[in-house]
């Protein structure tokens, strides 16, 4: 399996954004599937996870209510939904996916920009 993401873009306070990560080579089926961020000078964040086929869904604290993970019916494709975004949303966005049934993470995709402007 190969991830894509895209989407990213420059938004304003309050704006939202939806990013896709595309799987080619495979499918989300059975897998772990995550979202990550990583802004200049932080370390790494977790901000959403799936897993088992739309199970155990999971957000960091940073951006409950405002984020939604989700799969497309065809299970190839992963999207964030961000809403009311804010200047500390700004960062590199990048998906990740486990092998089956397993609980790390072993594919990372490259990344998408992300730029909340105040």
């Known amino acids: 399996v190969q991830l894509q993401a895209f989407g990213g873009g420059l938004v304003q306070t309050g704006g939202s954004l939806k990013l896709s990560c595309a799987a080619s080579?495979?499918?989300?089926?059975?897998?772990?599937v995550g979202w990550f961020r990583q802004a200049v000078g932080k370390e790494r964040e977790n901000v959403a996870s799936?897993?088992?086929?739309?199970?155990?869904?999971r957000y960091a604290d940073s951006v409950k209510g405002r984020f939604a993970i989700s799969f497309d019916n065809a299970m190839n494709t992963v999207y964030l939904q961000m809403d009311n975004l804010k200047p500390e949303d700004t960062a590199l966005y990048y998906c990740?996916?486990?092998?089956?049934?397993?609980?790390?993470?072993?594919?990372w995709g490259q990344g998408t920009l992300v730029t909340v402007s105040s």
């Open positions: 799936i897993r088992w086929n739309n199970q155990n869904l």
């Open positions: 080579g495979g499918t989300f089926k059975s897998r772990l």
């Open positions: 990740a996916v486990g092998k089956q049934f397993s609980l790390e993470y072993s594919i």
